[in-house]
Each structure stands twice: as structure tokens, then as C-alpha cells.
């Protein structure tokens, strides 16, 4: 007798960004998700999002937060919180600009810029 093949839960991070695919917005069903799977740093990704804070250069996509400008990169971030209180290995955690990155790609609503950040940052 063969053992039935071993099931891997589905993590709520997971839940939502298959949600969202489907969805294809940010609707209110993908935004209980996110809101749910990582409190308020889901609420801070939503709102940038909204605010279209999210914005893609030719080298790095940059979320633009209350007083700093956060450069995401490969699912990580230049922000203290991803520094110092989230686990790497872990993928479910991540901080709010990470998170506004995912959602402004699968949404299609990053704001681009023909420019290369590294070059405009010092006049921002």
C-alpha cells in the first residue's frame, strides 16, 4: 500500500497572493487577506499602493514612505523593520514596503520612471 502523497500547508502569504492573481485588483476580499496574513504592515503596503507611492526606476523599484525612500530589491529591503525584527528565511515575513512592491507588480500600478534612481536620488 503506497502512502498518499504528503499535502503542504498553504500559508496565509500564500493564500492572498493567489488571491490577488485571480482577482486581478485589490479588491476587498484580497485586502482582508493581506490585512489579515500581516496587520498593519499590510494596511501601510495597501496605502501606499493607493497613494501611488510605489514607484519602478530602470534599476531598483523604491517605496516612498513617510520621511525615506526604501529601495526593494529581489524581495528585500533597505528598511530597518526587514534589518533588524523579520526573519529572512521566512517568507511570510516581510516589511510594508516589500509587500507594496508585490501587490503594485501584480496589480500593474507601480508609477515608472524612464531613470535611473540612482542617479535622481540625491535631488529627491
Not at 32 to 55: M, S
Not at 94 to 109: F, Y
Request: charged residues 35%.
Amino acid at each position: 500500500m503506497t502512502d498518499p502523497p504528503e499535502r503542504t500547508a498553504v500559508t496565509a502569504t500564500e493564500e492572498w497572493r493567489a488571491a490577488l492573481a485571480e482577482a486581478g485588483e485589490l479588491d476587498s476580499d484580497v485586502t482582508e487577506r493581506i490585512i489579515r496574513a500581516h496587520g498593519d504592515r499590510g494596511v501601510r503596503a495597501i496605502e501606499a499602493v493607493a497613494e501611488r507611492r510605489v514607484k519602478q526606476y530602470r534599476d531598483f523599484t523604491v517605496v516612498v514612505g513617510h520621511t525615506e525612500e526604501y529601495i526593494v530589491e529581489d524581495g528585500g529591503c533597505t528598511c530597518k523593520d526587514s534589518a533588524y525584527n523579520l526573519d529572512p528565511d521566512d517568507p511570510d515575513q516581510a516589511c510594508w514596503h516589500v509587500l507594496a512592491v508585490v501587490i503594485a507588480r501584480r496589480i500593474d500600478a507601480l508609477d515608472h520612471h524612464d531613470m535611473w534612481y540612482a542617479e535622481v536620488r540625491e535631488f529627491l
